[in-house]
């Protein structure tokens, strides 16, 4: 490896466990959130020697994996990228209950509304930003944001109830 | 929105805990892998523009050579109209556009039209416009029916552009370039029709700086020499000083 490649090197192993934590969210899936950070440090490694005199780096890469969650759940071959490039499924992780519910809830999403989710209250962006990050007027970050919230908010009361059949 | 929020951040936080980095090395080889993919693309769609596919011939460096033997000479393929790319940085063009491309970062596009003239006159005329704000247009007009006509510009040691019309029954341009009066490969081109309703077909080539174009031989569609025409080394805007020939 070249200093290039260490001094890249340093910058993935400090962003990448974050990245995906953050694209799950988006995707609903730990691998196929794996698989577009992958990618989008692929990329970043392309233009690290620009990339790196970048304020926050992360941010770049963050929104390029954003922006394939969005194209791979538009062009509905999640599943099979993921396993074409990852091989056969390692086996999952054990998820909590909580984490279960959260996940169904999210499902019902649209991926611009769990991008707008992800950058407002995961990353705590302003609306402005949000909308300079995805490229989309702040009308639209504001809907999103709404309609996500309520949607899953709505989603997570349903499923209270469902747990809790004889509580009337 | 508070308690949403939290939940939120331990679902990202558990992805984190959970996540299996592939590596750096994974990251930086599949990084390396689609440059030499994007390298390739670009690489390919740069031979395909030169090989003439839009329709114009592209005058490479050569060695001197002596003229042309009885051998084939490389003919450039000229697309239709309808094949050809929409441009966007151009106005609607004032004519039918039968050439365009792109060239050096500027688009470029040859425009043909007839002009009704007095006297029941009806003039071809040729455009070539870049939308490069350093390059002028180039125009040249002759009267119907039209043997041969070419316009030329391009400031001196500099690239030049060459366009013209021929006449229908020309199939194929030959250029004759010289470089320091040695005389350069015979570079051939095939003259664009422009529809039914145009009596005349054109042609339009990039002449690289130092070369001089000197002779126009037009062939038909089985080879035989229609006419021929020497030009004069020593203009290099407008319209050639013609010598003795016999298409002018």
Known sequence: MTPTDDDFAAFYASVFARLVGQLRVVTGDLQEAEDVVQEALARASMRWSRLRAYDVPEAWARRVALNLAADQARRGRRRLAAMRRLGPPAPEPAVQVEDVALLEALRGLSVGQRQVLVLHYLIGMPVQEVAKTLGVPTGTVKVRLLRGRQALAARLAEQQEEVRPGHE | ?248
């Open chain 2, 1 to 248: 929105m508070s308690d949403l929020q939290e939940r939120l951040r331990q679902f990202a936080d558990e992805g984190a805990r959970q996540a299996r980095p592939l590596g750096a090395a994974a990251a930086l080889r599949r990084g390396r892998r689609r440059q030499q993919r994007l390298v390739g693309a670009v690489g390919l769609a740069l031979v395909t523009v030169l090989a003439g596919g839009l329709g114009v011939g592209w005058v490479v460096r050569t060695r001197a050579t002596e003229p042309a033997g009885p051998g084939p000479v490389p003919t450039l393929q000229s697309t239709r109209p309808a094949e050809r790319p929409r441009l966007r940085a151009f106005p609607p063009a004032r004519g039918t556009v039968v050439a365009q491309g792109t060239h050096r970062g500027y688009h470029w596009r040859l425009v043909v039209r007839r002009n009704k003239l007095p006297h029941n006159q009806v003039e071809i005329y040729q455009l070539f416009e870049t939308d490069a704000d350093l390059i002028a247009d180039s125009g040249s007009g002759a009267l119907e029916p039209v043997t041969l006509t070419v316009g030329q510009h391009g400031p001196p040691n500099e690239e030049n552009v060459v366009s013209g019309a021929v006449t229908r029954q020309a199939a194929v341009v030959r250029l004759q370039l010289e470089r320091s009066g040695v005389p350069l490969a015979p570079v051939d081109l095939q003259a664009i029709d422009a529809g039914s309703n145009v009596p005349a077909r054109f042609f339009v080539t990039f002449v690289p700086p130092g070369s001089v174009l000197r002779e126009i031989v037009l062939l038909d569609r089985l080879g035989q020499r229609i006419c021929h025409q020497r030009l004069s080394p020593g203009r290099l805007m407008g319209p050639p000083i013609h010598e003795p020939g016999s298409c002018v």
